[in-house]
């Protein structure tokens, strides 16, 4: 009893300290009943031997308990926290705990809290609060949980001081916290900084690109500008309704490289997974224009056309049947035909993968089969591409060509179940299986092994076996 009592008494001024309230608490009761009586004594010193040996008789008034001296079970115990000193009596009738049906059980749960200033006697009965002790660690924890806020916990008796005290917290803390806005204006005040926020800054580049007095260089640096910004979804809606969006996208229709290719690149910046932006850049004629240019006689122009491409069509079905409409597909398909197109083939490939996936995933729901956008790209020759890319030495290239293979298996398998085809595939196999055998790196060793795998499992056993 003595140890459970001087555990719950830690526990409280532990929480006092930690709500910052001890200074304004007083006394708090703790009723204690346990059906059997704690056996277990204390180690105590030679101060504490008479208290230990001497009995405690309990009656109806309060009695102080020695140090170290043991206590009957069942008794009403209080401490004062800034004395130290513990009372106890005995339990009257009228204290009998009352259940959630306003019944009496006849027993007293432990143990009994309240927290309030300056606790004489215990309050009326319709404030006595009972714990069990594994209730006692859930209440301290939803304490610990809302601690700082206004909300009058469960179970818990605030005093008006305590109330004072959590209103004046929040007070302060109000004052702490401030909005950007404040910020920007007390730093303007204080060190006569021009703080901008994104959407005055891009219209500050917008306004450049509009001035014709200036050079390709200087379009260049706030198109630069805009393109760090139009990556953030909000920015990127921003950049749109303030009529920045089309000034970029007729930018694509000019003539200069270096403005075409930055051009390009804050479109794909902005439409980065942003539907809005998408859409706009359809609204604007910007689809045509990118359309138009990953034909262009520039390499990097192509990559980054090819690049905006991707991120205004990729995840909107509705950009993806305007593309269709277009003709994108063969234009789309021409890049990966081309030899000298270099790594711009794998790309062209990637995004079409990409695409299958997605209108394949929107589909899964669905009766049919395979994608209308699966099925033009069929058509336009998807399968008749994919064979030959696998020849490129570059092993991610081969991983993103397999796969692009192996989704295809089904669909391409009359034009791949040719004696031609299937040689191709065998050789490559028998060239992944020496570069596994001279490879002296383990990882990439287990990698060269991982895309043989594939080839051989999932796209030559798939080819070889008969229908039936």
């Not at 215990?122 to 806020?149: A, C, H, M, Q, W």
């Not at 234009?331 to 030899?339: E, M, P, Q, R, S």
């Amino acid at each position: 009893m003595i140890l459970f009592t001087k555990i719950t008494r830690y526990i409280f001024v532990g929480l006092m300290l930690f709500l910052g309230f001890k200074s304004i608490f007083g006394v708090t009761d703790v009723l204690v009943v346990n059906k059997k009586s704690d056996n277990s004594k204390e180690d105590t010193n030679e101060k504490d031997e008479i208290a230990l040996n001497e009995p405690f008789i309990p009656t109806n008034e309060w009695q102080v308990i020695k140090p170290g001296q043991s206590i009957p079970a069942g008794l009403h115990v209080r401490m004062n926290f800034e004395t130290g000193i513990k009372e106890a009596k005995i339990i009257e009738k009228e204290e009998k705990v009352v259940n959630k049906r306003g019944e009496s059980s006849g027993e007293h749960a432990s143990p009994k809290i309240i927290l309030g200033d300056n606790i004489k006697e215990f309050p009326t009965s319709d404030e006595k609060i009972y714990f069990t002790k594994s209730e006692l660690k859930g209440k301290l924890k939803n304490l610990r949980d809302k601690v700082g806020t206004k909300d009058i916990i469960n179970n818990i008796v605030w005093s008006e001081e305590a109330k004072d005290a959590l209103n004046a917290a929040e007070k302060d803390s109000k004052l702490k916290f401030r909005s950007i806005e404040e910020i920007r204006a007390d730093l303007e005040q204080s060190f006569n900084w021009n703080v901008k926020s994104d959407l005055q800054i891009m219209q500050e580049s917008i306004k450049l690109l509009q001035n014709l007095s200036l050079s390709v260089d200087e379009k260049v640096a706030a198109l630069d500008n805009l393109e760090y910004y139009a990556h953030q979804i909000d920015n990127g809606r921003d950049l749109e309704k303030v009529g920045g969006l089309e000034i970029v996208v007729q930018l694509l229709n000019q003539s200069t490289e270096q403005l075409l290719q930055k051009a390009a690149s804050v479109v794909g910046a902005a439409a980065q997974s942003n539907s809005e932006v998408q859409n706009a850049v359809i609204n604007h004629g910007g689809l045509v224009f990118l359309l138009r240019l990953i034909n262009d006689n520039q390499p990097l122009t192509r990559k980054k056309a090819l690049y905006a491409l991707s991120a205004v069509v990729r995840g909107n079905s509705h950009v993806l049947e305007k593309l269709i409409e277009l003709g994108g597909l063969k234009l789309i398909l021409n890049i990966a035909k081309d030899h000298n197109a270099g790594a711009l083939r794998v790309k062209a490939v990637s995004l079409l993968y990409d695409l299958i996936v997605e209108q394949q995933e929107a589909i899964q729901d669905s009766k049919i089969h395979r994608s209308p956008f699966f099925e033009s790209l069929i058509k336009n020759g998807w399968c008749h591409i994919l064979i030959p890319l696998l020849k490129i030495e570059d092993y991610d290239t081969k991983e993103k060509v397999m796969q692009s293979i192996e989704i295809s298996v089904k669909e391409c398998k009359k034009e791949w179940i040719d004696d031609q085809t299937l040689s191709i595939l065998d050789e490559i196999s028998r060239s992944l299986k020496k570069d596994y055998e001279l490879e002296e790196d383990a990882d990439l060793k287990n990698y060269i092994a991982d895309l043989r795998t594939i080839l051989n499992e999932k796209i030559i056993k798939p080819l070889k076996e008969v229908e039936i």
